[in-house]
C-alpha cells in the first residue's frame, strides 16, 4: 500500500471519528505525577489534521479530539501568550508580536505557566519558536521557569537554517531541517527527565507549517511586503501531495463582498495566478507538516522506552489557524472560521480511546488545563477552565460556549482593535473598529459567505450577542466563562 493510500486512509478515520465509540483506558497511577507534552504547531487549520497519520492513530485514536477548538486572538504572538497565562489578550497585555503592543517582553513572564509548574516540583523544558521577539535585547535570555531552554532566536521561519538559545549560549545550527532538530531534542530530553524522580512538563514548538523566511528555490511572489514564502518540507517529502484537492468552498476568492466590513469589501479579488500560489502554498503547508507527524511517532516511542507513556498526557494543538484565500484574506487574525478553528487532541491517563468533544474550548484554556493535570496553583486569576473534565467525560459535552474574539491593530496607526466578537457553536459576531457588524449563521452557513446583520429573523439574536459581546469584550476571571442562555458551568 503506497504512502498516500495510508494517508488517505487515516484522514478519512479522522472525517469519520464522530462514528467511533470509546473505548475504556486502563492505566495505573502515575508514580510520580502525571507528565505533560504539549506540541504546537505554527499557524494549522483543523482541516491539516487529516494529513497527519501518526498523530491520528498514536494520538486521536488513543485520546480526545475537540472539534471546536478556537483561537480567540488568531495570531502567533498573542495566542502563544494566552497559552502561558490563560488569559485573553486585553488582560495579559500582548495584542499583537511586536513592541510596544505585543511580543515577547509586553508579558510578564516573571508569572507564567512553566513558572508555576516549576514550583510545584516540575522539571520544564522548552525548544522551538517561542514569543515573537525573544532575543531581541538579550539572545542569551533563559525566560523565568525553565529548566532547559532552547528558544529560537533569528531565522525562525528558516525551516534549514536556526540559531538557538541554548541555556544561555547563542548556538546556530546551519544546514539541519529545523523540525528534525527539534524532533531529535525533545526525544533526548524525554530520555534525560526519564531518569529523574520529578514529573516534567515538556513544550515542542514547531514552526510548521507556518510560511517560510526561505524560497528554498521555489519563485514566489511576497506577501504584505514581508520575506513569506510557502513552508519548505523536509527533502523526503517534496512533491508528495502535489495531487492534493484545491479548496473550493464558496469562501475562497468570494465574488460578493458587499455584506462584509469596510475593511474586508477593500480587498481586491485573487488572480487566477495568485490562486495558484495559495494552492501551491497549501501543498507545501501539508508536506512540511509530516516531518512534524514522523517527530509525534517518536516522541510516543521514546515515551513507551522509557517507561513514561502510561504516566503522560500528551496534548497536540497549534497556536492560530490561517485563510488561504477564503473572504480574499491570505493570512490569520481575522474572526472567520480558518484562522479561529485549530487542532486540539489530548491523549492520556483516564482519557477514553477515539472519542470526540464539541463544545467549544480555547487556547486560554490550556495553562488551566495544564494546571489541573500537574496540582500546580497558576499565580493569575485565569480567564479559562481545565478542558480535562472534558476530556475524561467527567462533565457532559452538552454546553453552548459563548466565546469572546479580538484582534489588535495591523499598524500602529489605527484604533486598539480592528475588531471584537463572539461565537457561540452555532453563530459569529464581528463588531469592527468602524462600527460595522457581521453576523454569521454558520448552521446555514458554514463557509460565512453571507451576513444576516440587519434580517430581522435574526434580530433577537444580534441584539443577545452584542450584549455578550459588551460583557465579554472587558471580561476578567470568571466572568469570561459565558454560556449560551446563561447556563452556569
Known amino acids: 500500500m503506497t504512502r498516500r493510500r495510508l494517508i488517505g486512509l487515516a484522514g478519512a478515520l479522522f472525517l469519520c471519528m464522530l462514528g467511533l465509540s470509546a473505548l475504556g483506558q486502563e492505566y495505573d497511577a502515575p508514580t510520580h505525577g502525571p507528565n505533560v507534552v504539549l506540541v504546537m504547531t505554527d499557524d494549522m487549520r483543523m482541516d491539516d489534521l487529516q494529513y497527519m497519520p ?177 513552508a519548505v518540507p523536509q527533502t523526503a517529502d517534496r512533491g508528495t501531495f502535489l495531487d492534493l484537492t484545491p479548496l473550493s468552498d464558496p469562501s475562497i476568492n468570494e465574488a460578493d463582498m458587499s455584506d462584509k466590513s469596510a475593511f474586508m469589501q477593500r480587498l481586491d479579488r485573487l488572480t487566477p495566478a495568485e490562486l495558484a500560489g495559495q494552492r501551491f502554498a497549501r501543498i507545501q503547508r501539508i508536506e512540511a507538516l509530516q516531518s512534524v507527524d514522523r517527530a509525534v511517532a517518536h516522541l510516543v516511542a521514546t515515551l513507551k522506552a522509557t517507561g513514561e507513556y502510561r504516566d503522560t498526557y500528551i496534548v497536540f494543538t497549534s497556536d492560530n489557524g490561517i485563510q488561504l484565500g477564503e473572504h480574499r484574506w491570505r493570512y490569520k487574525v481575522l474572526g472567520y472560521e480558518p484562522s479561529v478553528r485549530v487542532p486540539l487532541i489530548i491523549e492520556g491517563p483516564g482519557v477514553p480511546h477515539g472519542v470526540v468533544r464539541q463544545q467549544a474550548v480555547t487556547t486560554v484554556d490550556m495553562a488551566a488545563t495544564v494546571a489541573d493535570i500537574t496540582g500546580s496553583a497558576p499565580g493569575r486569576v485565569l480567564d479559562g477552565q481545565s478542558v480535562l473534565p472534558l476530556a475524561t467525560g467527567s462533565v457532559p459535552d452538552v454546553r ?18 480592528l475588531y471584537q466578537g463572539v461565537r457561540t457553536n452555532r453563530y459569529t459576531l464581528l463588531a469592527w473598529h468602524n462600527g460595522d457588524i457581521e453576523l454569521y449563521d454558520r448552521q446555514r452557513d458554514p463557509y460565512q459567505v453571507s451576513s444576516v446583520d440587519g434580517d430581522p429573523t435574526y434580530a433577537a439574536v444580534e441584539r443577545d450577542l452584542l450584549s455578550s459581546l459588551r460583557s465579554l469584550a472587558t471580561c476578567a476571571g470568571p466572568a469570561c466563562m459565558a454560556w449560551v442562555g446563561g447556563r452556569s458551568p
Open 400 to 417: 453552548d460556549r459563548i466565546v469572546p474574539l479580538e484582534a489588535g491593530p495591523l499598524r500602529h496607526s489605527t484604533p486598539r482593535w
Open 54 to 230: 501518526n498523530t491520528l492513530h498514536l494520538l486521536a485514536e488513543q485520546g480526545a479530539t475537540f472539534t471546536q477548538m478556537l483561537s480567540p486572538y488568531p495570531l502567533c504572538c498573542p495566542a502563544r501568550a494566552e497559552v502561558l497565562s490563560g488569559q485573553y489578550a486585553h488582560n495579559n497585555g500582548v495584542q499583537g508580536n511586536n513592541w510596544p503592543r505585543g511580543g515577547y517582553y509586553k508579558l510578564d513572564n516573571s508569572n507564567t505557566l512553566p513558572v508555576w509548574l516549576s514550583a510545584h516540583g516540575y522539571l520544564t523544558g522548552f525548544m522551538g519558536k517561542y514569543l515573537n521577539e525573544y532575543g531581541s535585547r538579550d539572545p542569551e535570555e533563559v525566560p523565568p521557569g525553565w529548566d532547559d531552554w532552547a528558544g529560537s532566536l533569528q531565522h525562525i521561519y528558516n525551516y534549514t537554517n536556526v540559531v538557538l538559545s541554548e541555556n544561555g549560549a547563542v548556538v546556530p545550527h546551519p544546514r539541519v531541517y529545523q523540525t528534525d532538530l527539534f524532533d531529535h531534542r525533545s526525544t533526548g530530553l524525554v530520555r534525560e527527565f526519564a531518569g529523574s524522580d520529578q514529573p516534567f512538563f515538556l513544550w515542542v514548538s514547531h514552526i510548521a507549517p507556518h510560511a517560510a523566511c526561505s524560497r528554498a528555490g521555489v519563485p514566489t511572489r511576497q506577501v504584505t511586503g514581508r520575506c513569506w514564502h510557502p
